[in-house]
């Protein structure tokens, strides 16, 4: 075991905020890198065999001590995402706050982070990947961001009617109540970020939208956010369609995963099509997280792979 890197604190308050409660940043740390951490007194200290642990141990700390100086309250989510990305400063460039939300959004991969930034810079955005990689749940978090922090007027959500292998049959109610199952992934992720009286009061008002994909079609969409989920069960007319409702001042964000089309002939899907011929156009991001950017349970990166292999 090597002498370890020891750095001393003169703020109680820094060193605090990067400590966490009862340590709780510190361990976090410890369980990503490797190695052990102990905090005594004004000091941290960190030992561990392995230099590429040591020099993000290094990385990491220099990020936390800015964070902290800069008025940041480092969360768990925060400490994972920094370690996950072996200290870049991506974790802070890409931080999504959400005006009256619960807590700050953080990527936890180099993908994420990309993906973050293309909708900040595009005003339409594709973003392919599979299941629990956050393409849906990132593209929620930074609608609610310019939609609550008054950049946008109004949030669009739609997406195509199409049955996962089930016939669900006739639905009862109103348009809101018949797409509802269909969009409720989407009101999960809302509701995970923020409280729901704020989404109760934005529906009220009538600045969040649901729409089936075929009512989209005459409609032109201006100073808006436009979320397209599920993309990959599109055709490529209703792709078309979609694509060319946004107006001025409108992003639009399309996420899928080209491995769950539920077609019945996977080369009409629209998702596809447009992979195939726009990647060229300037103005256009397309974003791609794998199963390597997995983060909604780790147990599901696994199932995913095993899938994977077996279809080869």
Do not use: W
Request: charge should be negative; hydrophobic fraction near 35%; glycine fraction near 8%.
């Amino acid at each position: 075991m090597n002498e370890g890197i020891t750095i001393a604190f003169d703020n109680k308050e820094l060193l605090s905020g990067i400590c966490g409660a009862n340590d709780g940043n510190l361990r976090i740390i410890e369980c990503t890198l490797g190695g052990f951490i102990t905090a005594r007194g004004n000091e941290i200290h960190y030992e561990s065999q392995d230099e590429d642990a040591s020099k993000r141990f290094r990385l990491m700390m220099d990020n936390l001590i800015t964070a902290v100086n800069e008025g940041e309250h480092p969360s768990p989510a925060y400490i994972r995402s920094l370690a996950e990305e072996k200290g870049s400063d991506f974790t802070r460039n890409s931080m999504i706050q959400i005006p009256h939300g619960f807590n700050r959004v953080y990527p936890r991969t180099n993908n994420q982070s990309l993906y973050i930034q293309g909708m900040r810079e595009n005003e339409i955005c594709f973003c392919i990947g599979p299941a629990g990689t956050g393409k849906t749940y990132l593209a929620i978090a930074h609608a609610l961001q310019m939609l609550l922090s008054k950049k946008m007027r109004k949030l669009v959500l739609t997406r195509p009617v199409v049955e996962a292998g089930e016939n669900l049959g006739f639905l009862p109610g109103d348009l809101a109540q018949k797409i509802d199952p269909y969009l409720k992934p989407l009101y999960d992720a809302m509701e995970s970020l923020v409280p729901y009286d704020v989404i109760n009061r934005m529906e009220e008002t009538r600045a969040i939208e649901i729409a089936p994909l075929a009512y989209m079609r005459g409609r032109s969409l201006n100073d808006c956010m436009v979320i397209l989920d599920e993309a990959q069960n599109t055709t490529k007319e209703q792709m078309k369609m979609f694509l060319t409702r946004v107006g001025t001042g409108t992003r639009a964000i399309i996420t899928g995963d080209t491995t769950q089309i539920d077609l019945p002939r996977k080369s009409d899907s629209g998702l596809l099509n447009a992979l195939d011929i726009l990647r060229e156009i300037e103005g256009l991001n397309f974003s791609f997280l794998h199963t390597c950017d997995v983060a909604r349970n780790p147990l599901i990166k696994k199932i995913i792979q095993a899938y994977n292999e077996n279809e080869k």
